[in-house]
């Protein structure tokens, strides 16, 4: 391997992963991070996009470039397999390591192929000054100090992998806790934080949204520090944290393409629902979509006049997808947000989530935040359904809590629930059951949902088998 050199790393939560991101980048080399949970036509698009010339990839997973046609070189992490050279034979070379030349801070590290929840994932480059010094903010937005037992639940391959798992942690001299589960389990993952004596936790809504299912008085000796990220958290989500282990969940807003840009940081107050405030570092404006210009409810961009270190380099080899988003002095996120008096962001939707019904501007997020209060619903996610009169109605897609069925009763409730918690115009009509699709990542594939609604309703007078309105059960 050579300076510059790209390397797709496919490990699960395991010494070698950390092992090989200090090789890579002591060697000047280029991580391509990938889950394990890909298949091979992701891989191949990672191979391609990513001119990737070495793989280090699990054992069991080696089968998966059967497929995967190229000249890069395999080396297996586990047991021995035909034609992949073994990562044990790592152990066999002199420990002493000379560079061949600096290692600039400008210099490529990380390609990251984003989830891609509305199209072909991007392909995010960052440097060896962008993430590992940049990450600063994440380590302050966590409130890591030295000696913490931090936990972060997230899968190899992701940016919050990267963000929570390595170099926050680093920075911060705390020792990174791994758990690794085939199942999720809020009753033994309690019991293993109290046995390892965890300090710091950070999780995605998901793992949150499963959490306050289970009886959290479970975990006798709470972290010190709990945060949030990937998506907003519902307020709901985190009074009830609260209630179980007395401690506030502090949620944080960053990108794939940045580290963590708006946060509630240790020691400010906590504003239901609110992302908190520009952490430091970021300048953050919001742009009002119509007219362009700074706005007090508009999409999150930052001030490229005072360009953080955490912002990416750009989106690898697509010049048109970087003048985009670099447009107008700013880098725009996609995500729109307001902002009160006192400087705290509340996160809206993205712009291509929110909605109009009946000429009224719709939020998904605060919808949704109003369904999770109901004891019924475990998670939910809101699109508009097509409607002849009204353009657009709101329609919610929920996930059961255990106990309940998915019956006309059930909606009913779930109804009634929002008439009493929502305005007339936020009031959802349309509800289904069932499971959500989501990236790998764990993030709702909204647009899936959107799609879905355009097929059930074609004219917009269409029934579909499954789902309930609010005028048949009032």
Known sequence: MERGDRLVVMLGN?????????AVMKLGAVIIPATPLLGP???????????????VVRSADTEKFAEVDGD?????????????LPYDQAAEQDAAFVPDGPTRADDTLLLYFTSGTTARPKLVEHTHASYPAGHLS???????????????????????????????????????????????????LMSEMDRCGV??????????????????SRLRTPPREVVGAGEPLNPEVIEQVRKGWGVTIRDGFGQTETTVQIANTPGQPVKPGSMGRPVPGYAVTLIDQVTGEPAEEGEICLDLSARPLGLMTGYHGDAERDAEAMAGGYYHTGDIGSRDADG??????????????????????????????HEAVAEAAVVPSPDPVRLAVPKAYVVLAPGWEPSAETAKAIFAHCRTHLAPYQRIRRLEFGELPKTISGKIRRVQLRGYELEKHPDGEARPPGEYREEDLT
């Open 14 to 22: 395991q010494v070698e992963l950390w092992d090989t991101i200090l």
């Open 41 to 55: 036509a992701d891989l191949r698009d990672r191979i391609d996009r990513g001119h990737a010339r070495h793989v």
């Open 72 to 84: 890069y070189t395999r080396i297996a992490v586990g047991g021995p397999v035909t034609g992949w």
């Open 138 to 188: 994440t380590m302050y937005w966590i409130g890591l100090r030295p000696g913490d037992v931090h936990l972060n639940i997230s899968s190899p391959g992701w940016a919050k992998h990267a963000w929570s798992n390595v170099f926050a942690p680093w920075n911060a001299e705390a020792c990174v806790f791994i758990f690794n589960y085939a199942r999720f389990d809020a009753t033994r």
């Open 199 to 216: 300090t710091s936790f950070c999780a995605p809504p998901t793992v949150w949204r499963m959490l306050i299912q289970a009886d959290l």
């Open 344 to 373: 705290y962001i509340t996160y809206v939707g993205r712009t291509d989530d929110v909605f109009k019904a009946s000429d009224y501007k719709i939020s998904p997020f605060e919808l949704e935040s109003a369904l999770i209060e």
